[in-house]
Each structure stands twice: as structure tokens, then as C-alpha cells.
């Protein structure tokens, strides 16, 4: 009996691994350390992203002068969602004077995936799958955290363009908005 026990809990063990949506990379020159602060480089503010919502072609730099809330999700994730529902209160509350975008880090979702993920929600800002060499950049900024979906992982641009990652879990309307407040 010990033995059918060990055994079913070793390939529930396996089977949980072997599922994990999230590839963290393993590259040992990948930072593995808390967030920080500064400056964004020129990679993070000029890469090309495409709305999914509009299909059209944008940048983070394309929104300087105003507060950003740069979000990294997957569809898969319960706390991503949680989060998104929070964005979506806090521009209910304060419109469009901060830009939100949720970019998706999960190399096994495209475009379609991401589009049925809005709908169902009804969540109407910036969305757009992170091109690996962003992802790496956002990675070599942040750290790994940066996108471990289920920390609903938020970097807050200010409008200088100093950006701060905000603290792990989900943030509520408040926080938000104190965080945006701290732009100022």
C-alpha cells in the first residue's frame, strides 16, 4: 500500500511539473533577484508591440508624458485575471488618465488565446504578447518575478519614464492609485 501511495504521488509530482504553463528561463545570466527601480531602457520603451485589441502597432515610448501600468499575465492565470479585474476598477474610477498594458510572457499563447481571454472579460486596454527579446529585457530589469504570472507582476512607468515594480499579489484600486500618485 506504501509503495502505490509513493508511486501515485511521484507521477502526480511529474504530471503538475510537466503541466507548468510558466517557462521561467534557466540561463544563469538571467537575474534571479528582487525588483528594481530606474530607468527603462531603450529595448523596453521601443519595442514593437501589437494591440490585440485594434491590431495596430504601438510602443511603451509612445505614451510618455502620462503614468503606465505595464502588466505581465497569461491567460491560464486566476491572479492575472484578479489583477486585470482591478485595472479595469481603477480606470472605471479614473478613466484614461493612465495607460494600462497586459502583455502576455507566455510563449505557448498566440493572439487568439489572449483575444477570447478580453472578450469573456470585457477588458478593453492595451493587450499584446511580449516578444522573447522584450521579455528577456523586462527579465534583466526586474528579475525572474517580472513574469511569474500568479504574482501579478506590475511595473509602474512614471511619467519620466522611472518605472518600479509593485509589490507582489494582487494590488487593489487604492493601491494603485497611491502608486500612480507617487509619479507626481
Same mark, same amino acid.
Given at each position: 500500500?506504501?509503495?502505490?501511495? %509513493?508511486?501515485?504521488?511521484? $507521477?502526480?509530482?511529474?504530471?503538475?511539473?510537466?503541466?507548468? !504553463?510558466?517557462?521561467?528561463?534557466?540561463?544563469?545570466?538571467?537575474?534571479?533577484? *528582487?525588483?528594481?527601480?530606474?530607468?527603462?531602457? @531603450? #529595448?523596453?520603451?521601443? $519595442?514593437?508591440?501589437?494591440?490585440?485589441?485594434?491590431?495596430?502597432?504601438? #510602443?511603451?515610448?509612445?505614451?510618455?508624458?502620462?503614468?503606465?501600468?505595464?502588466?505581465?499575465?497569461?491567460? /491560464?492565470?486566476?491572479?492575472?485575471?484578479?489583477?486585470?479585474?482591478?485595472?479595469? @476598477?481603477? !480606470?472605471?474610477?479614473?478613466?484614461?488618465?493612465?495607460?494600462?498594458?497586459?502583455?502576455?510572457?507566455?510563449?505557448?499563447?498566440?493572439?487568439?488565446?489572449?483575444? *477570447? !481571454?478580453?472578450?469573456?472579460?470585457?477588458?478593453? /486596454?492595451? %493587450?499584446?504578447?511580449?516578444?522573447?527579446?522584450?521579455?528577456?529585457?523586462?527579465?534583466?530589469?526586474?528579475?525572474?518575478?517580472?513574469?511569474?504570472?500568479?504574482?501579478?507582476?506590475?511595473?509602474?512607468?512614471?511619467?519620466?519614464?522611472?518605472?518600479?515594480?509593485?509589490?507582489?499579489?494582487?494590488?487593489?484600486?487604492?493601491?494603485?492609485?497611491?502608486?500612480?500618485?507617487?509619479?507626481?
Amino acid at each position: 500500500m506504501k509503495k502505490s501511495f %509513493y508511486f501515485l504521488f511521484i $507521477a502526480f509530482s511529474v504530471f503538475l511539473v510537466g503541466c507548468s !504553463h510558466t517557462e521561467i528561463p534557466t540561463d544563469s545570466s538571467l537575474p534571479d533577484r *528582487e525588483p528594481t527601480s530606474g530607468k527603462l531602457s @531603450e #529595448t523596453i520603451l521601443n $519595442a514593437q508591440l501589437k494591440d490585440i485589441n485594434s491590431q495596430k502597432i504601438f #510602443t511603451i515610448n509612445d505614451f510618455n508624458g502620462k503614468p503606465i501600468l505595464l502588466e505581465s499575465f497569461a491567460v /491560464w492565470c486566476p491572479v492575472c485575471t484578479k489583477q486585470q479585474g482591478k485595472i479595469k @476598477e481603477l !480606470h472605471e474610477e479614473i478613466g484614461d488618465s493612465v495607460v494600462s498594458i497586459s502583455l502576455d510572457t507566455d510563449s505557448n499563447e498566440d493572439e487568439e488565446k489572449v483575444r *477570447e !481571454h478580453l472578450q469573456r472579460n470585457k477588458f478593453d /486596454w492595451y %493587450y499584446a504578447i511580449s516578444p522573447a527579446e522584450l521579455t528577456k529585457e523586462l527579465i534583466e530589469e526586474f528579475g525572474t518575478s517580472v513574469i511569474n504570472a500568479p504574482q501579478a507582476p506590475v511595473i509602474l512607468i512614471c511619467q519620466d519614464q522611472s518605472a518600479k515594480m509593485l509589490g507582489r499579489g494582487v494590488k487593489s484600486v487604492s493601491e494603485l492609485k497611491e502608486a500612480i500618485n507617487s509619479c507626481s
